[in-house]
């Protein structure tokens, strides 16, 4: 097998995360920080937020993580007891300041702010709906033509707004909406992003996931469904449906790497469900060895469920660096190849003359895993067999998934057998598709599964290659953004 691209870094990276709060009496912006800070995870390139207080909306926002966007002095200058807030990672090679949400912009009956988590896969098609409407287009993101949408929709109301709206967005989309008066939120006829409802006394609080609820004292409702729009404001909550229900499609990766462990989906914790997978793991590949090691830190859940299954102990064999979350010295060509010494440190008393499992979610392109196990084995491992919970993944992903494209697929390129010689491990095992659906816990065909079978829940345009997409939603480069309670240029 001939080796693949070095990088540094080799897991798959999500869009962003998304909330909204709607509390009278409270300080949103503040709630709404500490929100976003719980799902940080989703994306770590910009972030940020827009206030209502009945009248007028206010937004700050910026590149980078949360806690570097927002001092106090920025928090204070949001007053308002309703608020939409984003944390962004892009699904393509550019940043672009164009990107940087929530976008914001005005409609006939008032501002309104916009965040979006998902990709859409009409690109093309929306961006010529939008300016045959005459409306302003500034930027390049399949989000701005949402935020546009919706507010030329605004004057039939919010909800009649989103349903008109949802009519001519393909793809995946969870979205939150801000209006001076109102919280909407909606989420695609598929369900392919995650959103949930919680309640926060007499509020109440939407967001990707429900990690986000207890930072801010909120509470686990529901999920949101597929093709719903729901309605927050004084009178509480309202909800409609799209009339047409496709087959649900949610992505299952969510539920194996995504989502954070503590979050509730599809009526359990993600913990819970990884766990599951382990056992599940365990039993469609037995191996004779001596430890369980998770890949710190999503694979521990997937481990002691393998051990578990397996009755083989399960112990810590590698420690990650808490300070590697974010750098902005990029690394030289060597040190990227052996970047995940950045990392991880093995732990050699733990694992000298042992057989080890190795437990991970998944296998982009192998470099990671490559380096993981070359260090395991000098730090003294007699063995190392690979464990997977995810499938082998062979295409990529269109609807807000950073999966690189086929041709940088380990899986849709080599054999199981070359991608273990590669990666140097005494055997590899991946979880199958139906292990990994029955552990999260419905039906196969609830799930988009296409990064593990190439087939598209949702069409994607014959000439629709990762490439073009990418170029087509996300273009420019990062700049710096700063609070505006103006339109941005070009909005009015």
């Known amino acids: 097998m001939k080796a693949l691209p070095p990088e540094f870094g080799d897991k798959p990276a999500h869009e962003c995360g998304v909330m909204g709060i709607y509390a009278p009496g409270r300080d949103v912006a503040r709630l709404s920080f500490f929100a976003l800070f719980a799902l940080q995870h989703r994306g770590q390139e910009a972030a940020g937020i827009a206030v209502s207080d009945g009248h007028d909306v206010r937004m700050h926002r910026g590149g980078g ?9 920025d928090l204070a200058q949001l007053p308002g007891h309703m608020s939409v807030g984003h944390t962004r990672y892009s699904t393509s090679g550019g940043s672009g300041a164009d990107g940087v949400q929530p976008i914001y912009c005005q409609s006939v009956v008032g501002d309104v702010a916009v965040a979006h988590n998902g990709n859409l ?3 093309v098609d929306l ?10 287009y500034q930027g390049n993101t399949d989000s ?19 349903r ?15 209006t001076p008066r109102h919280i909407v939120a909606f989420r695609d006829p598929h369900g392919l992003r995650p959103l949930v409802l919680g309640r926060l006394g007499d509020g109440w609080v939407v967001a990707s996931e ?5 930072p801010v004292g909120a509470t686990f409702e529901r999920e949101i469904e597929p093709g719903e729009v729901v309605l ?9 449906r799209m009339s047409t229900r496709p087959q649900r499609a949610t992505c299952l990766f969510e539920f194996i790497y995504f989502a954070r462990p503590d979050s509730y989906l599809d009526g359990s914790t993600v913990y819970a469900a990884r766990s599951r997978m382990g056992e599940t793991l365990a039993r469609e590949h037995p191996v004779e060895a001596d430890l369980v090691v998770p890949v710190p830190d999503s694979g521990f859940p997937a481990a002691l469920g393998y051990s578990k299954a397996s009755g083989i102990p399960v112990g810590e064999g590698l420690i990650k660096s808490r300070y590697i979350h974010r750098t902005f010295i990029e690394p030289d060509p060597s040190m990227r190849e052996r970047g995940v010494r950045l990392k991880l440190s093995p732990l050699p008393d733990a694992i000298r003359d042992k057989r080890l499992v190795l437990v991970d979610d998944s296998i982009v392109r192998s470099t990671t895993m490559r380096q993981i196990v070359r260090l395991l084995k000098e730090a003294g491992a007699k063995e190392v067999h690979v464990r997977i919970t995810a499938p082998p993944i062979i295409s990529p992903c269109f609807y807000g998934v950073d999966f690189p494209t086929k041709s940088e697929l380990a899986a849709a390129n080599f054999s199981i057998d070359a991608i273990r010689r590669d990666i140097g491990a005494e055997s590899l095992g991946y979880l199958s598709v139906t292990g990994t659906a029955m552990a999260v816990g419905r039906p196969m065909r609830d799930y988009c599964l296409a990064c593990f079978t190439g087939q598209y829940p949702i069409p994607v345009p014959e000439n629709m290659s990762k490439e073009v997409l990418m170029k087509s939603e996300h273009l420019g480069s ?8 103006r339109p941005l240029p070009g909005t009015e």
């Open 232 to 240: 927050i404001d004084e009178n509480g909550i309202t909800s409609d």
């Open 164 to 178: 008109r709206t949802m009519v001519d967005l393909v793809g995946a989309y969870s979205v939150v909406v801000l």
């Open 210 to 214: 429900s990690c986000a609820f207890g």
């Open 478 to 485: 990062m700049a710096s953004v700063d609070t505006a309670q």
């Open 127 to 136: 961006r010529a709906r939008v300016t045959s409407l005459g409306l302003p």
């Open 121 to 123: 896969v009409n690109p």
């Open 144 to 162: 701005e033509a949402i935020a546009r949408l919706y507010a030329y929709h605004l004057e039939h109301g919010p909800i009649e707004s989103a």
């Open 65 to 73: 993580l949360v806690a570097q966007v927002f001092t106090e002095s």
